[in-house]
């Protein structure tokens, strides 16, 4: 039985945000960075970045962000107070599930890894995202670590009063 990690949590736009960006990227895979903080009880996140996926050989079913957007991203979000908490990429025409690529790619320990089931374009001649699931990059070196599945909790804004 898998075990459920710390939850993932986010605003409905955020969620929206990565599943349209594995709609607009498909066939191939799309890639982002999720950005926030990290609380006892889940990773939280702020801001859902889009980055290049620079996969030129198999970009269908493999992703891969440029080092130095990597940096780019991670020096924004920490004079934004933030930081990275997880990665997301969608999977075109296979299941929200990780691979044994994601697992030798992940590198981030206590970092959530969001997958988006992407399907091909369907009778409206659209391809739509289907399943997304996270997953927590847990253990304590590479030597042991695994992905446990992890529970996405997808809030609203809260309404802003106007006088």
Request: contains cysteine.
């Amino acid at each position: 039985m898998t075990s459920i990690a710390a939850a993932l949590r986010m605003e409905q736009a955020q969620y929206d945000a990565i599943r349209k960006h594995g709609e607009e990227t498909y066939p191939n895979e799309c890639c982002g960075v999720l950005l926030g903080h990290s609380e006892p009880d889940a990773n939280v996140v702020v801001d859902a970045v889009r980055a290049g996926n620079v996969r030129t050989d198999s970009a269908h079913n493999r992703y891969q962000i440029a080092p130095q957007e990597l940096v780019r991203i991670q020096r924004d979000a920490r004079q934004q107070g933030l930081d990275i908490v997880g990665f997301y990429h969608s999977h075109p025409d296979h299941p929200a599930q990780w691979s044994r690529t994601d697992l030798t790619e992940a590198h981030w320990l206590g970092c959530s890894y969001v997958i988006t089931s992407v399907l091909g374009p369907q009778s409206t001649g659209r391809c739509r995202a289907a399943e997304t699931n996270a997953f927590l990059l847990a253990g304590s070196s590479e030597e042991d670590k695994r992905l446990e599945k992890q529970a996405i909790e997808v809030q609203f804004a809260e309404p802003v009063a106007v006088s």
